[in-house]
């Protein structure tokens, strides 16, 4: 079974940057012919869903990270990352990765806090 392990979580200050990366344990999986997604989870709110890549390269997010998140995937380390620029308060929470089809059981996150 696969377990996909997130880090990169910190605390930062407001305007700040973290690239959160995604790794995955057990047995072998291919981040690269998989649309991949992350997602987000606030204190006391839902999980929501923050950006995807699809195995085509195309990528999606949702309107309040445009323009500041990245989503990318890397070929030759079967890597998968999150680069956030210009972080907000509100962008506070627990980051999850996972597939966009058929996910996996949840992992544990990783924590981001951002101080205004």
């Known amino acids: 079974q696969v377990q996909l392990v997130e880090s990169g979580g910190a605390l930062v200050q407001a305007g700040g940057s973290l690239r959160l990366s995604c790794a995955a344990s057990?047995?072998?999986?291919?981040?690269?012919?998989?649309?991949m997604a992350w997602y987000r989870q606030a204190p006391g709110k839902e999980r929501e869903w923050v950006a995807t890549i699809t195995t085509r390269t195309s990528t999606y997010y949702r309107d309040s990270v445009k323009g500041r998140f990245t989503i990318s995937r890397d070929y030759a380390k079967n890597g998968f990352y999150l680069q956030m620029n210009s972080l907000k308060p509100e962008d506070t929470g627990i980051y999850f990765c996972n597939k966009v089809n058929s996910p996996f059981p949840w992992g544990q996150g990783t924590q981001v806090t951002v101080s205004s």
């Open positions: 057990g047995s072998r999986f291919m981040f690269s012919i998989n649309d």
